[in-house]
Nanobody
Framework: HVQLVESGGGPAQAGGSLRLSCAASGYTYRRGCMAWWRQVPGKDRELLTVVSVRGTPYYADSIKGQFTISRDNGGNTAHLQMNSLQAADPAKYYC??????????????????WGQGTQVTVS
């Protein structure tokens, strides 16, 4: 049974930083892909970043240079370092996980493995 648990959300000041974490258990794809998405009520979920254990991360233009994804714990944990938080960043942040496909990561939009989300607010 795969479980993804996000943590690290909460209030932050504009211009401040937060570090989100996503811990995967029961997940056999330690060398697979992990992604971060976010969703604002009334809007579609937005892909932020996705990376395999050894690959180069993909970043959406909206957060490029502002957010950084990393993996540790043998690939079972993904972090999202969020800097210079702005008014556009409050959302519920989700992580997703899945296998690579031919060595590459998809967006994981259709992955069955998602966390419950962690809320980020900026004031």
């Amino acid at each position: 049974h795969v479980q993804l648990v996000e943590s690290g959300g909460g209030p932050a000041q504009a211009g401040g930083s937060l570090r989100l974490s996503c811990a995967a258990s029961g997940y056999t794809y330690r060398r697979g892909c992990m992604a971060w998405w976010r969703q604002v009520p009334g809007k579609d979920r937005e892909l932020l970043t996705v990376v395999s254990v050894r690959g180069t991360p993909y970043y959406a233009d909206s957060i490029k240079g502002q957010f950084t994804i990393s993996r540790d714990n043998g690939g079972n944990t993904a972090h999202l370092q969020m800097n210079s938080l702005q008014a556009a960043d409050p959302a519920k942040y989700y992580c997703a996980a899945g296998p690579t496909r031919n060595g590459y990561c998809s967006t994981l939009a259709r992955s069955p493995y998602w966390g419950q989300g962690t809320q980020v607010t900026v004031s």
